[in-house]
């Protein structure tokens, strides 16, 4: 059981960055392929990026693309995502998760891991 846990959350204006952090408890970091999620007030949970196990493949967003950035650190079992120039359309609680498999996954569905969130709120 792979236990998944956020951090770097807060309330930021407009145009700021925060960098969101996930630390995972499985030796096997390494093997995971890992994303990050979103969800809303009022909205479903959305695919925001992804990385593959050995960092050397990553997917976005449209909506984030040119202004997030996962990567991951396989020593310290940790995933990262920086964002920059924030928008309040951000506003979410983010998730971490995590999968064996390979390839590209947007769906929350296809991930076996997932943290507690942490909240992300950008005002105009």
């Known amino acids: 059981q792979v236990q998944l846990v956020e951090s770097g959350g807060g309330s930021v204006q407009a145009g700021g960055s925060l960098r969101l952090s996930c630390t995972a408890s499985e030796r096997t970091f390494s093997s995971y392929g890992m994303a990050w999620f979103r969800q809303g007030p009022g909205k479903e949970r959305e695919f925001v990026a992804r990385?593959?196990?050995?960092?050397?493949?990553?997917f976005y967003a449209d909506s984030v693309k040119g202004r997030f950035t996962i990567s991951r650190d396989n020593a310290k079992s940790t995933v990262y995502l920086q964002m920059n120039s924030l928008k309040p359309e951000d506003t979410a609680v983010y998730y971490c998760a995590a999968d064996r498999g390979v390839g590209l996954k947007l769906s929350q569905y296809q991930y076996d891991y997932w943290g507690q969130g942490t909240q992300v709120t950008v005002s105009s």
């Open positions: 990385i593959s196990w050995n960092g050397g493949s990553t």
